[in-house]
């Protein structure tokens, strides 16, 4: 019975660490989106102009500087604007 419990535990443990790590993504992509339509700015938009403009920074990054470094943010978001300025 015992060695049953400890199957299921590391069974549920690692279903939790699955999870928290979704739950963090999810997290990091609300604050971006957040601060980018604070903006006149879309997800989405922005994400695609970052990788075209080849800034590679992942969402746990941008959802810190979004939400501590509002000046650093701006400046990347102001970068990404003028590479879809320069593509339309």
Known sequence: MAGEQVVQSLNFAYIGRRLKKRNFRRLWIYRINAASRARQNIYSKFIGCLRNIDIFLD??????????????????????????????
């Open 59 to 88: 969402r746990k990054i941008l959802a810190i500087l979004a939400f501590s470094d509002i000046s650093s943010f701006n400046v990347i978001e102001r970068e990404s604007r003028k590479s879809n300025l320069i593509k339309n």
